[in-house]
């Protein structure tokens, strides 16, 4: 199982970015996919995320409005679209994978991407 997350980058304040989540080894359409994020010195936050067959969206309440989640699950990905970044979104950001299997919960992480955000 791989979770391969890019487009991470420098990017001035006000910019934006579109980071992709590509998932393999997976029954894709089976997994709920999240977003999170650590910032040096703190903890991993959940940002956003959508349910397998899209009918649900969540944002934290500190991206809501800048941030949009969106998945293709016929090319096996997750798009966070973000726009109007602060310098406070500046953190490696983390895809995750979660499935209710047969009662048990499986989720798998990606290896992260950075997302530095100048003033």
């Known amino acids: 199982v791989q979770l391969q997350a890019s487009g991470g980058g420098l990017v001035q304040a006000g910019g934006s970015l579109r980071l992709s989540c590509t998932a393999s080894?997976?029954?894709?359409?089976?997994?709920?996919i999240g977003w999170f994020r650590q910032a040096p010195g703190k903890e991993r936050e959940g940002v956003s995320c959508i349910s397998s067959k899209s009918s649900r969206t969540y944002y934290a309440d500190s991206v809501k409005g800048r941030f949009t989640i969106s998945r293709d699950n016929a090319k096996t990905t997750v798009y966070l679209q973000m726009n109007s970044l602060k310098p406070e979104d500046t953190a490696v950001y983390y895809c995750?994978?979660?499935?209710?299997?047969?009662?048990?919960?499986?989720?798998?992480w990606g290896q992260g991407t950075q997302v530095t955000v100048s003033s």
């Open positions: 080894g997976i029954t894709f359409d089976d997994y709920a």
């Open positions: 995750n994978a979660v499935a209710n299997q047969f009662g048990h919960l499986v989720n798998y």
